[in-house]
Structures are given as C-alpha cells and as structure tokens.
C-alpha cells in the first residue's frame, strides 16, 4: 500500500493522529500496547505505511491458508511456526528474523494475548537483547485516536525490573485500549 493511501485511511476515513515520525533504525523492536483487539494491528499497520516504514509482525502459521495467507504476508505477517521439541520459541524465531534481514522493523505486544494478563511477556527484552536492537515503547490510544512508536525504551539485565517499569510508564501515558477491560497491570505497578 502505498504512503499516501495509508495516511488518507488512517487519517481522514478513520481520524487517526499518527505521530508525525517514525524510527529512522534500520533494525528495531516496536512494542504495541495496549493489544485488546485485532484491530490494533490495523491501525499500527496503516500509520507504518503511512511513514513508508514496513512493520512485520510473527503470526502463527496456521493462519496462512487462502485467501488470508497472501494478504498477511503482503501485510508484513511472518509464519510462526509450531514449536516442535527443541524448537525455537517465538522470541528466537524473531531473532533469527532479525539476523537474516538488514532492515526490519518488528512489532510485538508484550501482553501476549488480547485477554487480560497481569503478567507481561518478558520474550521482548530476549528478542532485542539477543538481536541487540533497541526497543520502542509504542502505543495506541483508542479514547484519543492517537498512535506512536513510543520513545525508545532503554533495558538493564533485569528482566522482571524491566517489565515492571514498562507497564508503570504506559499506566502514566494513560493509553487508552479498544477494550479497556482487557487491559491490566500487574499488581505491582
């Protein structure tokens, strides 16, 4: 889809405001909080476009049947695959993707799932440590219709300190989801 097209659906046929710019990394991990709805991969896919950027997402492969295959993969979708005995997990499988790509741009939710969960995900902080790319705290925000690739998010070797501090910043932000009672934080935060 091209730039333009993007930008007219996001902003004038759905009332979008996209941040006006987007990662200039040739290689970077954007998180997309909160994820409460098959519709977030819409809107953070058309305000990608938007910027010229393609955001490729793991989807699991058994979603690649016609007529949806082709289109998730003209989307940027990459198959995951089935993890097998001492197969690679998702995490790894992003990895490797971002190895076998000069220029990439991963998106992922760290909830894991579009139900509530308390407790993130930490198979971001594997997949950009491993791959030593920087992650961005991205986000949509439903109430305002307003979507960013966040600031970047700098990581320590604490992992559970890390995602911890991750869900205190997007409860500040007061990011607004599609379905807000899918969206928690840990009891920490």
Do not use: C
Not at 96 to 121: N, Q
Not at 153 to 182: C, I, M, S, W
């Amino acid at each position: 889809m091209k730039p333009s097209t993007a930008n007219f659906i996001l902003v004038k046929l759905l009332g979008w405001h996209p941040e006006p710019n987007f990662p200039k990394d040739e290689k970077a991990l954007i998180l997309g909080v909160p994820h409460t709805s098959v519709w977030d991969f819409l809107i953070a896919y058309l305000y990608a476009r938007s910027k010229n950027a393609d955001l490729h997402i793991l989807v699991k492969e058994n979603f690649f049947f016609w007529p949806v295959g082709p289109l998730l993969k003209k989307w940027g979708a990459i198959p995951l695959k089935k993890r097998q005995e001492g197969g690679a997990g998702a995490a790894l499988q992003m990895v490797e993707a971002f190895k076998t790509h000069d220029k990439i741009l991963m998106g992922i939710a760290p909830e894991g799932t579009r139900k509530p969960v308390k407790k993130w995900k930490t198979g971001y902080h594997t997949i950009a440590t491993r791959a030593g790319v920087p992650v961005y705290a991205g986000f949509i925000n439903w109430e305002k219709k307003y979507v960013s690739y966040g600031d970047v998010f700098p990581l320590t070797d604490d992992v559970r300190a890390d995602t911890l501090r991750l869900q205190k910043y997007y409860k500040t932000l007061g990011v607004g989801a599609k379905h807000p009672e899918n969206f928690v934080f840990d009891d920490d935060v």
